[in-house]
């Protein structure tokens, strides 16, 4: 995993979003105790779960025989294909889809290559092996130009970025397509073991997203894992709605939060949405582990869709890619 600070590595993703501080002193002391525990414990390593193989009754494909969906690792991506988004891949080939890696640069001849565009967690190379401020753009305005008018002339993207410093890397592309992303961590400060969204709690059942197109593949229970926040353009659905319990905490430095770390409440920020651009369809997520199948430190610790009750997770990845490529 990429360092915090040169030589000092932090685990991600790791739902540690359980113990979540309030703005007070006495408690945001007490919580990055916590915090620094569930560190220690998952230091070292965070690698594919090879072992993960999700049965899938109903592909909505033949195999290999679905649109084709591009996998960005041209960005300093902390997932990849054969990496951390190794499972992301898995669920969609299972599905039909044909899974590619993209390691060019973003321009119509690179990005013609395919129907759907997902970028997870890219990064700028200042913040590799420094998950410290600032964090510049992982794309350059051309990039980002290129981008822009691929979708609006019909391509689907699937944008993915975590917390602090993902969130700051991707703030421009959010930007142009009306996400404002706040390059933070969003942490529930209910203490809960798991941050689910159900029908009464954040999940918006209304989106063809969620709702899937025949009632197997209604999404009723989605899991997060911390992750970051943003606000959605007008004309943008919410799927996933953050609330007053959620505090948004941006830090000088990832994983670490001093008294005076600023805060704010999550009341009016979204951690997933859609929206429909031009010809095109963008889906932003402001959370990457969830669609991961990880092994974390010296207990290989389950990360991701491998986590026991991730069904809804599944599914809601098959729903979001059917919605993007256009698939009844």
């Not at 080939?93 to 970028?119: M, P």
């Not at 709690?201 to 989106?207: I, Q, R, S, T, V």
């Not at 593949?217 to 989605?222: A, H, I, M, Q, R």
């Amino acid at each position: 995993m990429p360092s915090t600070s040169a030589g000092t590595l932090q685990p991600f993703g790791t739902g540690v979003g359980g113990t979540l501080p309030a703005m007070e002193l006495g408690s945001l002391r007490s919580t990055w105790i916590v915090l620094s525990l569930v560190s220690t414990e998952l230091l070292g390593q965070q690698v594919p779960d090879t072992l993960f193989h999700p049965t899938i009754e109903a592909p909505r494909f033949a195999a290999g025989m679905g649109p084709v969906v591009m996998l960005d690792e041209a960005h300093h991506n902390f997932h990849t294909l054969t990496g951390r988004y190794r499972a992301f891949a898995t669920v969609l080939r299972a599905d039909g889809y044909t899974v590619v890696a993209n390691q060019s640069a973003f321009e119509s001849t690179a990005l013609s290559a395919g129907s759907v565009l997902v970028i997870a967690n890219a990064l700028h190379s200042r913040n590799v092996q420094d998950w410290r401020l600032p964090c510049p753009s992982a794309f350059t305005a051309k990039e980002i130009g290129a981008v822009v008018e691929w979708v609006r002339s019909g391509g689907a993207l699937f944008l993915i970025a975590d917390h602090m410093p993902m969130a700051g890397a991707a703030a421009d592309l959010g930007r142009a397509f009306g996400f404002e992303f706040l390059n933070c961590f969003a942490m529930d400060q209910r203490e809960r073991t798991t941050e689910r969204f159900h029908a009464t709690e954040g999940l918006n059942m209304a989106h063809a997203i969620i709702r899937g197109s025949r009632p197997s593949e209604l999404v009723d229970t989605v899991i997060t894992l911390t992750g970051s926040a943003f606000q959605m353009p007008e004309g943008a659905d919410a799927l996933i709605s953050l609330s007053d319990h959620y505090q948004l905490l941006e830090p000088v430095e990832a994983w670490a939060f001093p008294a005076d770390t600023p805060g704010r409440s999550g009341a009016g920020w979204q951690q997933g949405a859609a929206l429909e651009f031009g010809k095109g369809r963008v889906v932003v997520f402001g959370e990457a582990a969830m669609f991961s199948a990880q092994l974390a430190g010296p207990h290989a610790k389950p990360v991701g869709l491998n986590q026991p009750g991730m069904r809804g997770n599944i599914q809601l990845l098959r729903n979001i890619m059917s919605w993007l490529s256009g698939s009844p």
